[in-house]
T-cell receptor, first 119, second 113 residues
Framework: NAGVTQTPKFQVLKTGQSMTLQCAQD?????MYWYRQDPGMGLRLIYYSASEGTTDKGEVPNGYNVSRLNKREFSLRLESAAPSQTSVYFC??????????????????FGNGTRLTVT | AQSVAQPEDQVNVAEGNPLTVKCTYSVSGNPYLFWYVQYPNRGLQFLLKYITGDNLVKGSYGFEAEFNKSQTSFHLKKPSALVSDSALYFCAVLSYGNNRLAFGKGNQVVVIP
């Protein structure tokens, strides 16, 4: 199984440009998440989707939009990129029923990240 | 609200010595606690979790963590550190009925040969 796949791996944008980060999972998970990782700040939740057809804001949603295209795919869009959005972005998925079930290990499965630089 | 504190930015330890990475949490109700590790240019990998039961939890790669309710802590430990344990470690918490994990800022562990 591929798990959680993110594309692209690297991207450089100029201020004001737009782009979409893609994420797909093949584990039939209901929930999907977008995090950003910045030095000294850990992982902060941007948006999440508890199930197909629903999305909700996390801690730092400003400047981003998301689309839960189907159960497998959850994309993150930057409409007008800003230097403050320079970060590493991680997509993750989970099955909420598994998070606290001792029969399962990881509550979240992460992709390998997209390193975005906005100049 | 749920939150996690990892008070140290970096932990340096000599190879073969015990390794401890500290984590304290704040949550309403019973906590569910997790440790993840991140190697360079990779996503986070699960190490272990505490849901209920024994306060000492054993996980991958020889790591263990002790849940202490009175001190609201969940410190990660390894009896004998390896150079390959050098990585970024994240503590995370969620509360019952909530499926969004709150992560700490992470601790860089450097194991010195």
């Amino acid at each position: 199984n591929a798990g959680v796949t993110q594309t692209p791996k690297f991207q450089v944008l100029k201020t004001g440009q737009s782009m979409t980060l893609q994420c797909a999972q093949d584990m039939n998970h209901n929930s999907m998440y977008w995090y950003r990782q910045d030095p000294g700040m850990g992982l902060r939740l941007i948006y999440y989707s508890a199930s197909e057809g629903t999305t909700d804001k996390g801690e730092v949603p400003n400047g981003y939009n998301v689309s839960r295209l189907n159960k497998r795919e959850f994309s993150l869009r930057l409409e007008s990129a800003a230097p403050s959005q320079t970060s590493v972005y991680f997509c993750a998925s989970s099955d909420p029923g598994q998070i606290t079930d001792s029969s399962y290990n990881s509550p979240l499965h992460f992709g390998n990240g997209t390193r975005l630089t906005v100049t | 609200a749920q939150s996690v504190a990892q008070p140290e930015d970096q932990v340096n330890v000599a190879e073969g010595n015990p390794l401890t990475v500290k984590c304290t949490y704040s949550v309403s109700g019973n906590p569910y606690l997790f440790w993840y590790v991140q190697y360079p240019n990779r996503g986070l990998q699960f190490l272990l979790k505490y849901i209920t039961g024994d306060n000492l939890v054993k996980g991958s790669y020889g790591f263990e963590a002790e849940f202490n309710k009175s001190q609201t802590s969940f410190h990660l430990k390894k009896p004998s550190a390896l150079v390959s344990d050098s990585a970024l470690y994240f503590c995370a918490v969620l509360s019952y009925g909530n499926n969004r994990l709150a992560f700490g800022k992470g601790n860089q562990v450097v194991v010195i040969p």
